[in-house]
């Protein structure tokens, strides 16, 4: 059940936080494009307020200390990274500079 709760914390809270964050303006005269998903835009902000949120909500429904709570997801936040490194990765988001080193990555243009 945490993990079902902290899935959605993460989505709703990446995505209102990226609205909020980042694209305000527009959130405010066209709040339909909350739901506009297929468009982009999640905010790691925001989904962090999102996780502690349902965790919150969570430790209330099961009678526990939010600290109970934190204290066993702590060892899954460094695999909740990566695995978010990874995506970036793969979407050619992390940006680093030319290398010339075998160990370096090549990404082709796709233009």
């Keep these: 059940d945490l993990i079902f709760y902290a899935a959605i914390g ?16 527009n959130f405010i005269h066209h709040p339909w494009i909350l739901f506009q998903v297929w468009d982009g835009g999640m905010s790691f902000h925001g989904g962090l307020l999102g996780v ?21 997801i702590a060892p899954l936040v460094p695999i909740g990274l990566c695995c ?24 082709m243009a796709l233009s």
């Excluded at 502690?52 to 066993?72: E, G, N, P, Q, V």
């Excluded at 978010?84 to 990404?107: C, H, Q």
């Design 84 to 107: 978010g490194r990874i995506g970036n990765f793969i979407n050619g988001e992390l940006w680093g500079r030319v290398t010339e080193s075998p160990l370096g990555v090549y990404f």
């Design 52 to 72: 502690l949120f349902a965790m919150w909500l969570y430790s209330r429904k099961i009678d526990k200390s939010i600290w109970d709570i934190t204290d066993f």
């Design 10 to 25: 993460v989505v709703v809270g990446g995505r209102v936080g990226y609205m909020l964050f980042y694209d305000l303006p």
